[in-house]
């Protein structure tokens, strides 16, 4: 498997290299955003819930929006530098926010950044390999994004135990936003076969297979499971883990998900994307019904969050390479755009639902509400979306 990583192409590695070091900004800020909201602008779980909500559906939105325009133009870096520039120019501004309103509009100007830039990166990963090599990529693409996940909450920790302000945390993410733009501008795309402009092309889901249009309507269901992680770090203060080692936590999970992510999404390209996603999604249901039990204990949250981290693990390649797998020819911006908008849009009421009945209700049903959309999400995949939609890749001729 070492020597299929290293052959992988020079774009694969240096998208992944960007990755890293924008997540180490991103994910040195994002473990203290639910500290920062609670302690310096007096905000709760519903402003939590409705910050993330919009923030995760602007980025969807643009993740279609760049996706087809992507396919039109057939160019993808201009998207990526563009989109990574709107992000390392919106973090360090909320250093300076006033109001949790601030702090939405400037999550607003990050996230849209991210939609830019998501759709047009994974078709031009896509396009960079063989049918056979997809989940080793987007495999080693999530090692690298979550190997900056393991770094961001550590720099965090250590500002910490240093006695940095944590408006001055959120300053030092310029450093790492001026790096990233740089890689960007370094890349280059492959060459790419022409594809005659076929009038089915647009913005709806004309000319895609109907196993995707399924896939689309599961991942969407799980999608309202899937609630922003602030919560989970929010409830496991909540548990006893002083507020010091909250980052630690984030960083081990990122660390496992770094570990385990290139191997679980290269065995797919032998063993089919399918089941992989199937027994993940499970171990996330336990993993959610588990956490929101009265009682709970330090060291049952963090064997938890071992178990959430090889659920990233497991899925986070692996549901990218089965999009490109179904994506026509020509189209595969338009297809990671249509999954991204629909799993992201989900985001907001999966958040916004999650953080009322958290606050209103108890903890303890928000965890089994979105326990619950993760089983239903499960029985369709297993017995609703057709199984000819997943493929063993390395059976195919590239």
């Known amino acids: 498997m070492f020597k299929s990583i290293l052959a992988l192409p020079r774009a694969v590695w240096l998208i992944g290299l960007i990755s890293l070091v924008n997540d180490s900004a991103s994910e040195m800020l994002y473990p203290l955003m639910p500290l920062y909201l609670a302690s310096v602008l007096m905000a709760g779980p519903k402003a939590l819930g409705i910050i993330e909500g919009i923030a995760e559906a602007t980025s969807s939105i643009f993740k279609l929006v760049s996706g087809v325009i992507v396919d039109r133009t057939k160019k993808a870096k201009p998207w990526i530098v563009l989109g990574y520039s709107l992000a390392g120019i919106g973090r360090p501004l909320i250093a300076i926010a006033n109001s949790w309103l601030w702090v939405l509009a400037i999550r607003f100007t990050d996230r849209m950044g991210k939609g830019l830039r998501s759709s047009p990166r994974d078709a031009l990963l896509a396009e960079s390999v063989n049918k056979n090599q997809r989940g080793i990529t987007f495999g080693l693409h999530r090692s690298m994004d979550n190997a900056g996940a393991v770094i961001g909450p550590l720099l965090a920790a250590l500002f910490l135990s240093l006695g940095v302000p944590l408006r001055d945390i959120f300053l030092w993410a310029v450093v790492p936003a001026i790096v990233t733009i740089v890689l960007a501008l370094c890349i280059k795309e492959p060459h790419k076969e022409a594809v005659p402009q076929a009038s089915k092309f647009g913005w709806s889901l004309e000319g895609m297979p109907n196993q995707f249009k399924r896939y689309l309507v599961v991942a969407g269901i799980f999608a309202l499971a899937n609630s922003s992680d602030m919560f989970l770090l929010l409830r496991a203060r909540e548990a006893g883990v002083p507020q010091a080692d909250i980052p630690l936590l984030w960083a081990a999970i990122s660390l496992i998900t770094t570990l385990f992510g290139t191997p679980l999404s290269a065995l797919s390209d032998q063993f089919g994307r399918k089941r992989f996603i199937l027994i993940a999604w499970i171990a996330f249901a336990f993993f959610y019904i588990a956490m929101g039990l009265p009682g709970i204990s330090m060291f049952q949250i963090f064997a938890l969050f071992g178990i959430y981290g090889l659920?990233?693990?497991?899925?986070?390649?692996?549901?990218?390479?089965?999009?490109?797998?179904?994506?026509?020819?020509?189209?595969?911006?338009?297809?990671?755009?249509?999954?991204?908008?629909?799993?992201?849009?989900?985001?907001?009421?999966?958040?916004?639902?999650?953080?009322?009945?958290?606050?209103?209700?108890?903890?303890?049903?928000?965890?089994?509400?979105?326990?619950?959309?993760?089983?239903?999400?499960?029985?369709?995949?297993?017995?609703?979306?057709?199984?000819?939609?997943?493929?063993?890749?390395?059976?195919?001729?590239?």
């Open 311 to 398: 659920f990233k693990a497991a899925t986070e390649g692996v549901e990218k390479a089965l999009v490109a797998d179904m994506a026509p020819k020509g189209l595969a911006g338009t297809a990671f755009g249509w999954f991204n908008l629909v799993t992201g849009l989900m985001l907001f009421p999966a958040s916004f639902i999650f953080g009322w009945i958290y606050e209103a209700i108890t903890p303890l049903y928000a965890f089994l509400f979105s326990g619950g959309c993760a089983l239903v999400a499960f029985m369709l995949m297993a017995f609703w979306v057709d199984g000819k939609m997943h493929f063993k890749p390395n059976l195919i001729k590239s």
